[in-house]
């Protein structure tokens, strides 16, 4: 997993409550993990019955074509167990989604991900939507080492986060990068383990045909 540091870009607004990962990526787009996850992300919004963009859409849209930062409202990611709907994101070029709460399963699989979640009241995600609805400049960057979020009007915003999600991420470490770390430890357990315990370690007889 790629180390994160900080990210530095445009960042798009969805005040919109409760978006969930179907909406996020639908069924439809899940049917193959060959498939580029990023273009079926929002598809139900971007994407008219013909499958053409619709305009409108604010991803769809310059600047935020290329946006790495979602501000959205609370309960972002709720819904199914999908690791799809962060899969999407994250290849879709978003690197950080700020909002008021996240769905429970969505905040693991995002940090599991490398997607970084800033939790923060209403109100400051209210002045960032606020900010980004009569700006010019679109644009915010996160820092993950100071924990702070820095707007072009040169508002800074501190979040906080679990220190261990933190870590992780600075890390670039998942779970399985995590546990290779000890691999020096688990191979010596392994190896006093047969010394102490070598029937746990005998292979079975080979069955016969009778």
Known sequence: MEKY????????????????????ISVAWQRSLKSNPGEGLFAIWRYDLQGQEVPDFILNRAPFRKSKVIVAGANFGCGSSREFAVWALVRFGIR??????????????????????VTLPQAEVDEIHHHLATTNDPTMSVDLESCTIELPNDRTIAFNIPTARRATLLEGLDEIGQTLRFVADIEDFQQKSRACQPWLYARPEP????
């Open 5 to 24: 540091t900080r990210v530095e870009g445009v960042a798009a607004s969805f005040p919109r409550p409760n978006i969930d990962t179907d909406a996020i």
């Open 96 to 117: 950080c989604v700020i909002a008021p709460t996240f769905g429970d399963i969505f905040y693991e699989n995002s940090f599991k991900n490398g997607l970084l979640l």
């Open 207 to 210: 069955r016969h045909s009778p």
